[in-house]
């Protein structure tokens, strides 16, 4: 579960901090909570997210409910119905999530007498996790090289 953005260059400035590129990723060890009230598209978003190998998900395994409303018309007063009428299934032809779920690499119980307390132990499993990930693979330094002095190879700015 190493899959990571590819950091691809950085980008100087004459003052602030060098820049990532691409700039709106978010490089390093990822982790998702997920629990059995999360259904529809909290069953697809961790779906996705495990056949990608982006990171881990933890706590409980999700409802089952991934399926799709399309197509729904509008009623005459502007309001709508919607009803499920496409189900989703994974390319290897099986229906991976639908009355499944999608289960969690590290299972971690929702206490509710320690949530009421301000404790959220899937929280606390997931930072936990992160930061051991952090530390077995903290994130790389790069040096910003010299500024290039290219007037001597064309000549330009050579003394007369």
């Given at each position: 579960?190493?899959?990571?953005?590819?950091q691809?260059?950085k980008?100087a400035?004459r003052?602030?901090?060098?820049?990532?590129?691409?700039a709106?990723?978010i490089?390093?060890?990822?982790?998702?909570i997920?629990?059995e009230?999360?259904g529809?598209?909290g069953?697809?978003m961790?779906?996705?997210?495990?056949?990608?190998n982006?990171?881990a998900?933890?706590g409980k395994?999700?409802?089952g409910?991934?399926?799709?409303?399309?197509?729904?018309?509008?009623?005459?007063?502007?309001?709508r119905v919607?009803?499920p009428?496409?189900?989703?299934?994974?390319?290897?032809?099986?229906?991976?999530v639908?009355n499944i779920?999608v289960?969690?690499?590290i299972?971690?119980?929702?206490?509710?007498?320690?949530?009421?307390?301000?404790?959220?132990?899937?929280?606390?499993?997931?930072?936990?996790y992160?930061?051991?990930?952090?530390?077995k693979?903290?994130?790389?330094?790069?040096?910003r090289?010299d500024y290039?002095?290219?007037?001597k190879?064309?000549?330009?700015?050579?003394?007369?």
């Amino acid at each position: 579960m190493r899959w990571t953005f590819a950091q691809l260059a950085k980008i100087a400035f004459r003052s602030g901090k060098d820049w990532n590129v691409p700039a709106g990723a978010i490089y390093g060890p990822k982790a998702m909570i997920i629990n059995e009230n999360a259904g529809s598209g909290g069953d697809a978003m961790p779906w996705f997210f495990k056949k990608s190998n982006v990171g881990a998900l933890i706590g409980k395994r999700t409802w089952g409910g991934l399926v799709r409303a399309s197509g729904i018309p509008t009623l005459m007063d502007g309001g709508r119905v919607t009803s499920p009428n496409g189900a989703v299934y994974g390319l290897k032809g099986e229906w991976e999530v639908e009355n499944i779920g999608v289960a969690p690499n590290i299972e971690v119980e929702l206490d509710p007498a320690l949530w009421r307390q301000g404790r959220d132990l899937q929280l606390e499993k997931t930072v936990e996790y992160l930061l051991e990930e952090l530390k077995k693979n903290p994130p790389k330094e790069y040096k910003r090289p010299d500024y290039p002095n290219n007037h001597k190879e064309s000549g330009l700015g050579k003394p007369k």
